[in-house]
């Protein structure tokens, strides 16, 4: 299997403190890494460094065969987001938004209207965002971040606000249906440790546990 | 590139017209500033230097509004990253919103210029017009260019309100210089394009070598 994600001692600082700290994995593709952690343990900044969108500061990271930071701008065509901010404007419809992110990515307009069907947002698509449930929100964004059909997906709590209706439409873009390499940050413990093939723990922005975490283990990274 | 350009500049006056915010908000202060010169100087009518000053001072403190906003929408709902997680040149966000503050200081001047004339000139514009908008327009492209790029270094502060004013005023001294002498013969009682080319000229080196520095460094602006 080839390695989607490498990472060894990568480091990344917010002015003196260290948000992460020596992380050290490797992701195969096509498999689930499930980042488990309290609030401030270095899960988002982990993502965010993932995606090209924050520099390590120290160690080496190899996303999707790209050199990071040095080879970040290959990354956009292959790596989807889908973090805590839906990346939506309030203003716009949910199909120009989409119309918007897909032409940056020169996507059709067909793979915008197949996403709104899969999303089950076709009939409110014509809405502005800002008069949008945040469950509707969540599954415009998750169409968002899979508009470019992207090899990997960085996903941050892609669940929150959806009704069990609305988790179960997103499971074939985002879930593990999906057959993408996915990095999943969660806060839901046994679920996180049921998707994932491997299971990264983090403790103010340290490594503290790795591969098989059993529910023990991970209940543990909260206190 | 320019077809990113188009599809963001498209998006920001699509947001423009919906929420009717910058456009409105520059044009009402300029004409409200028109209309304190009329009564706080106590006269019916301007010429010449006076005249030229209060007219380009007034245009550019307005553009300070438009600037301070001009990245809101990507600030405040995540619009940056958006564009960072595109495989686009970023250059174009660059060229998108000096094109979107060149079109909103258009629209603000297509009401404020003749709202000038109404209130404060004396010899009326006459045949002067095209002179005029040959220097609002030269204006207007600097001022975008030094607007997109300053509104983007405030957008990263925390203090962006007093960031913009604060780094963009200094940097449109040289434009403010050229745009008002350009403009001052315009609206003499005797008047005639006096000296026009040389002011021209220093304002088309103004865009240029601002349009090309803000290409140049504008990448750097968006690093973490």
């Not at chain 1, 915008?112 to 899969?118: I, K």
Request: charged fraction near 20%; proline fraction near 5%; glycine fraction near 10%.
């Amino acid at each position: 299997m080839i390695p989607a994600i490498e990472l060894d001692r990568l480091e990344r600082r917010y002015g003196e403190r260290r948000a992460l700290a020596g992380v050290t994995l490797t992701l195969e593709e096509g498999r689930t890494l499930a980042v488990l952690g309290a609030n401030g343990a270095g899960k988002t900044t982990l993502l965010r460094v993932l995606a090209g969108l924050l520099r390590p500061h120290s160690g080496h990271a190899r996303v999707l065969g790209a050199e990071l930071p040095a080879e970040r701008w290959k990354l956009p065509a292959q790596v989807g987001y889908l973090g805590h901010a839906p990346l939506l404007y309030r203003e716009l419809t949910g199909r120009e938004n989409l119309r918007y992110h897909a032409r940056l990515h020169g996507v059709g307009r067909e793979r915008v209207s197949e996403l709104l069907g899969a999303v089950g947002m076709e009939g409110r698509a014509d809405d502005p965002v800002r008069d949008l449930s945040a469950g509707m929100v969540q599954r415009l964004a998750a169409a968002r971040a899979v508009l470019h059909d992207p090899a990997l997906l960085l996903l941050d709590e892609p669940r929150a606000n959806l009704d069990p209706a609305g988790a179960e439409l997103l499971e074939p873009l985002v879930g593990r249906a999906s057959g993408r390499t996915r990095v999943l940050v969660t806060h839901d413990i046994e679920g996180g440790l049921a998707e994932a093939d491997v299971v990264l723990g983090l403790k103010g922005g340290r490594q503290v546990a790795a591969g098989d975490v059993d529910a023990a283990e991970a209940r543990a990274l909260y206190q | 590139m320019i077809r990113t350009a188009a599809t963001i500049l498209r998006k920001d006056l699509r947001i423009e017209l919906r929420v009717r915010e910058s456009v409105p908000a520059m044009t009402l202060f300029t004409v409200t500033v028109y209309v304190l010169f009329h009564f706080g100087l106590d006269r019916d009518s301007l010429d010449g230097e006076l005249a030229s000053g209060v007219l380009w001072v007034t245009l550019l403190l307005a553009s300070v509004i438009g600037v301070s906003r001009l990245y809101a929408a990507e600030r405040e709902q995540g619009g940056v990253d958006g564009l960072l997680l595109a495989p686009i040149d970023r250059t174009a966000l660059f060229l998108a919103k000096a094109g979107a503050l060149l079109l909103f200081l258009v629209a603000v001047e297509i009401v404020a210029v003749p709202a000038f004339g109404l209130l404060l000139l004396g010899p009326g514009l006459g045949g002067a017009l095209p002179e005029l908008v040959v220097i609002l327009a030269l204006g207007n492209v600097g001022v975008a260019a030094v607007g997109a790029l300053v509104g983007a270094l405030a957008a990263e502060t925390r203090a962006r309100e007093l960031t913009a004013p604060l780094l963009l005023l200094p940097l449109l001294v040289p434009l403010l210089i050229s745009c008002a002498q350009a403009t001052e013969p315009l609206l003499r009682p005797d008047q005639g394009p006096e000296d026009l080319g040389r002011w021209l000229g220093l304002l088309t080196l103004y865009d240029v070598v601002f349009v090309l520095l803000s290409v140049a460094v504008f990448d750097y602006l968006l690093e973490d």
